[in-house]
């Protein structure tokens, strides 16, 4: 209340207005005609003063904010209607505005308390995180170190330039899993044959391969040459065993196309799944067999079980150089069973010239080359060769890969990738029962009907001269 009398703004602090002109003449008139009625009149007896009773408005206190208690009595007593009416409006906004800015003030500070709470929690989250993943880091690392570790200890990995390597030990591993499930899929009587040959009884010394064979270990012989070798235990590279020779000598050449046409629809991945099944299965039926494995695109690549599992997709298919190859490796050798298995999933595309270079687009030509190789192959008795065409939208790849078949004296076997090492495992087993087979001395199907539209044929031909 005293704040509101002493506002500078309020009615009843202003001061009074000047007087005008009229009224300072009539003022300075009536003083001229009193001091002229003074000068020549009478003077008559002094009225008594007035008693007047002064009241103080809006007097400040000594501290210049406040009233006291009987001045500010005075003052609301000298204050008309309207100004009460006035001061009233003014306390009654004063404290509407003093409340405002409290609920403001108020408002701001849960803000502000609000902001801080969600910023500490969210950091309480961040660390939360940061430790698990720290924490998760570490387990991973640990598990990574642990693991690599006993890989190495077992042979699986091997450090090279500062990288991990898969090594022999575990791409043979992997194999005979894969052999494993490919075998739930084959009749029972080649599952059996899979097995192996019957006993000969006739034994010899040689280094351990696979480690079924442990039961038949020659122990001093391993000790001697874990000694020999510097070493205080046996391992797998220092131990001998008794190995049954067996009756029959067994050759196996392995030919896979991996031109870039096989990376599509994992084709490339399922020809290495059933090569290695297949390796396993012709070691552990004969451990002395020869199993020469190649992969070809323009050229011909001897590979390892380490670089046929590593092994990439290349260029175009050099059928010819893959044949040649065979040829090579089977005429010399003196076993008594000699295989040969070619995968593709397309017709020869490229060839190698009489300069050693290698050429590709002219498909007739290229065929030609593969034939001549073929009739090459063809020489080699006794040998079983079998073409494994994988499924194609194109007849003339069929048409192409049974006059192939045809001209060394195989067959053929057109299949899907998910079947490929089913008929691989069958057909080494002597087996009949595949998802289609085809002899190679079948009359081939009837051409296809050329396209009515001109040009058509000239697409097609394009098409699969860059299929790979």
Same mark, same amino acid.
């Given at each position: 209340?005293s704040?509101?009398?002493?506002l500078?703004?309020a009615?009843w602090?202003q001061?009074p207005?000047?007087?005008g002109?009229g009224?300072?003449l009539?003022a300075?008139f ?7 009625k ?14 007047e009773?002064?009241?103080s ?5 000594p ?5 006291g208690?009987?001045e500010l009595g ?5 204050l008309?209607g309207p100004?009460?009416?006035?001061l009233?409006?003014t306390?009654?906004?004063?404290l509407?505005t003093q ?5 403001r003030a108020? &408002? /701001?500070? !849960?803000?502000?308390? $609000?902001?801080q709470? =969600?910023?500490l929690e969210? +950091? *309480?989250?961040?660390a939360?995180?940061?430790a698990a ?9 640990? &598990? /990574?170190h !642990?693991l690599?570790r $006993?890989?190495?200890? =077992?042979?699986f990995?091997? +450090? *090279?330039g ?6 022999y030990?575990l791409?043979?591993r ?5 052999? /494993? ?5 084959l009749p029972g009587?080649i599952?059996l ?6 006993s000969t009884?006739v034994?010899e010394?040689a280094?351990?391969?696979?480690a ?6 020659d ?5 001697l040459?874990?000694?020999l070798?510097?070493?205080?235990h046996?391992?797998e590279a220092?131990?001998?065993v008794?190995?049954e020779?067996?009756s ?8 896979f196309d991996r031109?870039?046409?096989?990376s599509e629809?994992g ?6 799944k ?6 396993v299965?012709?070691?552990r039926?004969?451990p ?7 992969a ?6 001897v590979?390892?079980?380490?670089e046929l599992w590593?092994c ?8 010819a150089?893959?044949?040649r190859?065979?040829h ?6 003196r076993a008594?069973?000699?295989e040969?298995y070619l995968?593709?999933d397309g017709?020869?595309e ?7 270079r290698?050429?590709s ?5 290229a065929m030609?080359h ?7 192959l063809?020489t080699v008795s ?5 073409v ?8 003339e790849?069929e048409t192409a ?5 045809r ?7 057109v299949?899907?990738?998910v ?7 069958v057909r080494?087993?002597?087996?009949t029962e595949?998802?289609?087979?085809v002899?190679?001395?079948?009359a081939?199907p ?5 396209a009515?539209?001109?040009g ?6 394009a098409?699969r001269r860059?299929g790979?």
């Open positions: 209340m704040a509101a009398l002493l500078p703004a009615s602090n001061p207005p000047k007087p002109i009224a300072r009539r300075a009536a003083r001229l005609i009193a001091w002229l003074g000068l020549f009149g009478r003077r008559g007896p002094t009225p008594p003063p007035r008693k009773r002064r009241v408005i809006a007097v400040p206190s501290d210049g904010r406040a009233l208690a009987s005075d003052a609301l007593a000298r008309s100004q009460k009416d006035e009233s409006q306390v009654s906004g004063s509407r409340e405002r800015e409290l609920e108020a &408002e /701001e500070k !849960r803000r502000a308390a $609000e902001t709470r =969600r910023l969210e +950091e *309480r989250r961040e939360e995180r940061r993943a720290d924490t998760e880091a570490r387990v991973r690392a640990g &598990e /990574e !642990r690599e $006993e890989l190495k200890e =077992r042979g990995v091997a +450090e *090279r500062g990288e991990l390597a898969v090594t030990g791409v043979e992997f194999a005979r899993l894969l052999l /494993e499930e490919e075998s739930r899929r009587d599952r044959s899979l097995r192996g040959g019957g009884g034994y010394k280094r351990l391969r696979r079924e064979e442990v039961a038949r270990l122990l001093p012989s391993s000790l040459a874990a000694r070798a510097g070493q205080r046996i391992d220092t131990s001998y008794y190995r020779v067996t029959e000598r067994v050759h196996i050449v392995l030919a031109s870039g046409s096989m629809n084709k490339l991945d399922a020809a290495k059933a090569l290695l099944a297949l390796y299965a012709v070691r039926r004969y002395d067999a020869t199993v020469d494995v190649f070809f695109d323009n050229e011909v690549q590979l390892d079980l380490v590593e990439k997709a290349g260029a175009f298919t050099n059928t150089e893959a044949l190859a065979a090579l490796l089977l005429r010399a050798s008594t069973r000699r040969f995968i593709t017709l020869p490229a060839y190698t010239a009489g300069d050693g290698v050429r687009g002219q498909l007739d030509v030609e593969a034939l001549d190789r073929a009739r090459e063809a006794p040998l079983k060769s079998t494994i065409l994988l499924k194609s939208d194109h007849p790849y890969a049974r006059t192939v078949a001209t060394m004296g195989g067959e053929l076997v299949t899907d990738p079947r490929l090492g089913v008929e691989l495992l080494w087993a002597h087996g595949t998802e289609r087979r002899s190679a001395t079948a081939p009837p051409a296809p009907r050329a009515s539209r001109p058509a044929a000239r697409r097609r031909r098409d860059m790979g």
